[in-house]
Each structure stands twice: as structure tokens, then as C-alpha cells.
């Protein structure tokens, strides 16, 4: 299909009669009509007007190594030729999967040295659920099969992956949500602090866990999840006191600890994955976005030796995966791109450069009037938009407040997405200096915009 010459409303036309959009509201985009993006390189997109836009969440916190890397095309385009598609169920396997199984446990902290594929950081989350439960199954516990999460969590968007998250617009919609999901809540001082310190509160948030445990009973308790940093939550980092105290209270009642590194894996928190950034020791990782950059859909669990020995030698057969499970080509990219990786130190540029760079040069609008927190580790960041910086009061309606400035961004060649109130960045990892200049000053532009609009300016 030729799409070049075709006008932005001919496409506009068809989506509109036949596209329904992940969360969007089809009826106002179908009102304004949909920005068609076209091209991409670097970390810019071009939409079918020719418009450039600076694109600061990496598509959906996932382009980690940037747009238009020909070596991942080529992969893929290799492996495609060589072989498509073959499936890992039963008793076959291919070169990728198998490679990429190997580096994927070279890369990860110790201990994780087992991956089982899927294709979405959803289906990650799914399997984790299962796997969680069959490794208490096959121990003898069966009844251990409750998991906690947290307030405000996003663990996806199948039902299992829904239910587990804890976003309230979606357990409203979705009717009956999973049984044996517990949720506690999160560690985020800047809204529910008070007078506490951020340490102090940080134990206070972990210990929310110790009392759900002792509710619930110990011996329910399978797991808890949490991702590193919570990223379509808003960016909520926690206290430094909140991951250590949440591993105490896990090994305290052997309960495993369940890392969502969907956000903060492959380098966004300037190490490999957010648990190293948080001195977390999971048992099990969800892993997906970065690991292919987004050009392939791919995603993945990291199993610890505590639950894959135990399930290899107890389980029999898992009665769990999906067709594309190692597809060829996606695990062709993934090792691609992790090559590409570390082959040119991004990882190490981030945390060493352009990850301090970044959060020192947004920290600036720390001094905003529309600004309260500026958080974040590497290149993931958030900021609050707040009614009063004294008080640390919020607006009322902070998705209100949000979608004002995304839609100033939006307008002024940016890319930034809103979570209520807040206001999150995810550039791509190969970001230079001079383009986070260039991105921080348009974040301060369309700040001043929101600012003026809300009468704070
Ligand atoms: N887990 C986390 C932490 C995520 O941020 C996401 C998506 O943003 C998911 C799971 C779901 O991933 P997907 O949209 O690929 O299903």
C-alpha cells in the first residue's frame, strides 16, 4: 500500500470510521480528528503535515534506542528471510529465542537466569500471575495464591493486568475484577505525606504491606508487585527508606517479590533495570517496551532459580504461553538492540551524563509557579502541577490541569504525556545534551502556557 500522497484528512477520514483507539475517548478524537504520524528518527516524528515534533515518552516509554536504527530493520529483515515465524511450544525452539534467553540472564541482576516469552508487557503480567501460583501450587500451598499491588499501579490491560493495577478508571469500567488481588497503597509523599518526612513516610507506605499481610492472613499471601518507579502512575518515586523496607517484609513472611520492569527496564533509570537503581532483589521480572525498543513486540519474564528450580523439577508440563511465545524475529531485534546497548554504552551514558544532566536541568522548574515536585532517575521524570507550592495543595480536577498542558505540548512540537495532574518524560536513552536543552526549553514554554491559562502566569 503506497502512503505517500495521501492526504492527512483521507486518513483522518478512515480512522474515524473504522479505528477505536486504545484509551481515548473516540467520540471528542473524533471530533478534532487523529495526528497522523508518519516518520520518525532520532527522537523526532514527523505527522502527515510535515510538522517535526520532539517526541519526550519515546512512543510509549519504549523507543529506548531512538527512531530510525537500520540495524534493528536489518535484523529482523534477516531473520524474516531465514525463518518467520516457528513456535517454542512442546519440543522445539529457535536460534533467537535461545540467545536471547542467554543474554537476558547475563544482563539482569543474579539469580534471574530462566525466561519465559510473551509479546506485551499485559501478557508479562499474566504469566507472572500464573507462574506465581503454580510455583505455591507445586509447594504444597495452594492456598498462598492472594497478590499484592498497589493504588494507582499499571500492570496492564487484560483483565489479569487490570485487575492487579490499581487504576480506578478501569476497575470502574471493567466490571468483575480478578478475585485474590489485594491493593495497598502507594508511596507518594508529595500527595499524601503530610507532615512526615519523605523517609518517615516511605517506612509508613512499605509497612502498608506488613499490615495487608497480617489481614489477609500469611499464609494467603503469594506474592507482591510493584513497579521500581510507578511510570503511567504519574512517575512516583519512592522514598529511599520504601524498597528496602518492602525486601525486609518479604523475605520476613517468604513471600516472593515480583519486579514490573515493563517502564523501568533497559536503561530508563540509568542501570539496566530499576531494581538495581532501588537495591531491589526480585524473584520474578515483567519485562517488554525497551527490550526490542519498540520496533517489534516482545516482552518477557525473568524467573529466579528459588521458582524455576522448583517448578522444572515439581510442575510437569505448565499448561501457559502464547503463539508468538520466542517469536524469531522480535528476539532477532531484542538481541539487536541490547547489543547496540551495550556495544555503545548508552546505558552508561545515562546514568553517568545524560541521566544527571536531565534531572538537574529539570529540577530548574522547581522555582515554576504551576510546579510543585520534580522527580526521577535517569530519563524518566514527573512533575506536579499544583494549585499552591506552600501548601502543597492539588487542583481539584488534576486530569483537567493535565490534559491543558499535554494539549499545549501537542500543539508546540512536544511530546509530553499527562497523568492527572502530572506531567511525565521518557525521552529516548540517545538523547544528547543539546537536545535535552532543546526539550527542556519547550517543556518551560508550554508550562508558561498552561500557567497563563490557569491565571498562575
Ligand atoms: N506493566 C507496566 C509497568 C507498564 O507500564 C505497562 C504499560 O505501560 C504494562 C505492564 C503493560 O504493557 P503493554 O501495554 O505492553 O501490555
Redesign the pocket.
Known amino acids: 500500500m503506497n502512503h505517500i500522497n495521501k492526504s492527512t484528512e483521507y486518513w483522518q477520514e478512515l480512522d474515524r470510521a473504522h479505528h477505536l483507539h486504545p484509551f481515548t475517548d473516540t467520540k471528542s478524537l473524533n471530533e478534532k480528528g487523529t495526528r497522523v504520524i508518519t516518520k520518525a528518527d532520532g527522537i523526532y516524528l514527523w505527522d502527515s503535515d510535515g510538522n517535526r515534533v520532539l517526541d519526550g515518552m519515546a512512543g510509549?516509554?519504549c523507543v529506548n534506542i531512538g527512531y530510525g536504527r537500520k540495524e534493528l530493520v536489518d535484523a529482523a529483515q534477516r531473520q524474516m528471510m531465514e525463518l518467520p515465524y516457528y513456535n517454542t511450544f512442546f519440543q522445539t525452539t529457535n536460534a533467537p529465542a535461545t540467545e536471547l534467553s542467554q543474554l537476558l540472564a547475563e544482563i539482569t541482576p543474579e539469580g534471574l537466569n530462566r525466561v519465559f516469552f510473551a509479546n506485551?508487557?499485559?501478557?508479562?503480567?499474566d504469566t507472572v500471575i500464573r507462574l506465581v501460583r503454580r510455583y505455591w501450587q507445586v509447594e504444597g500451598q495452594p492456598d498462598r495464591n492472594v497478590i499484592i499491588s498497589r493504588n494507582n499501579a499499571?500492570?496492564?490491560?487484560?483483565v489479569a493486568?487490570a485487575s492487579l493495577g490499581g487504576m480506578d478508571p478501569m476497575h470502574e469500567q471493567s466490571g468483575l475484577m480478578m478475585p485474590g488481588i489485594e491493593h495497598i497503597m502507594q508511596p507518594y509523599w508529595y500527595k499524601d505525606g503530610g507532615d512526615l518526612s519523605p523517609e518517615e513516610f516511605g517506612l509508613k507506605a512499605a509497612q502498608a504491606l506488613e499490615e495487608r499481610i497480617l489481614e489477609v492472613g500469611p499464609e494467603k499471601v503469594a506474592a507482591f508487585i510493584g513497579?521500581p518507579i510507578q511510570?503511567?502512575g504519574g512517575v512516583i518515586v519512592p522514598p529511599e527508606t520504601y524498597w528496602p523496607e518492602i525486601q525486609r517484609i518479604c523475605e520476613k513472611y517468604n513471600i516472593l517479590l515480583v519486579a514490573?520492569e515493563?517502564?523501568c527496564g533497559f536503561g530508563r533509570t540509568g542501570n539496566w533495570f530499576g531494581s538495581e537503581t532501588f537495591g531491589i532483589k526480585p524473584d520474578l521480572m515483567?519485562m517488554?517496551?525497551g527490550m526490542s525498543s519498540g520496533y517489534l513486540p516482545i516482552?518477557a519474564v525473568m524467573v529466579g532459580d528459588r521458582v524455576a528450580d522448583s517448578l522444572i523439577e515439581k510442575s510437569g508440563e505448565f499448561y501457559h504461553g502464547y503463539t508468538y511465545s520466542g517469536h524469531p524475529a522480535s528476539c532477532a531485534v531484542a538481541i539487536e538492540n541490547i547489543r547496540l546497548m551495550r556495544d555503545e554504552g548508552i546505558v552508561d551514558r545515562v546514568r553517568d551524563e545524560t541521566g544527571p544532566y536531565f534531572q538537574k536541568r529539570l529540577r530548574e522548574l522547581e522555582d515554576h509557579p504551576l510546579i510543585g515536585e520534580v522527580v526521577g532517575y535517569g530519563l524518566v521524570a514527573g512533575m506536579v502541577m499544583v494549585k499552591n507550592k506552600e501548601t502543597r495543595e492539588l487542583f481539584e480536577n488534576g486530569s483537567e490541569v493535565g490534559n491543558i498542558c499535554r494539549d499545549h505540548c501537542f500543539n508546540n512540537g512536544l511530546i509530553m504525556r499527562a497523568c492527572g495532574d502530572r506531567m511525565v518524560l521518557s525521552p529516548p536513552l540517545v538523547m544528547t545534551k543539546a537536545e535535552i536543552d532543546e526539550l527542556l526549553e519547550k517543556v518551560k514554554y508550554c508550562l508558561d502556557l498552561t500557567a497563563k491559562d490557569l491565571g498562575k502566569l
Open positions: 510509549l516509554w506485551s508487557g499485559s501478557e508479562a503480567v499499571y500492570h496492564g490491560s487484560t493486568g513497579e511510570g503511567a514490573d515493563v517502564i515483567s517488554a517496551k516482552s
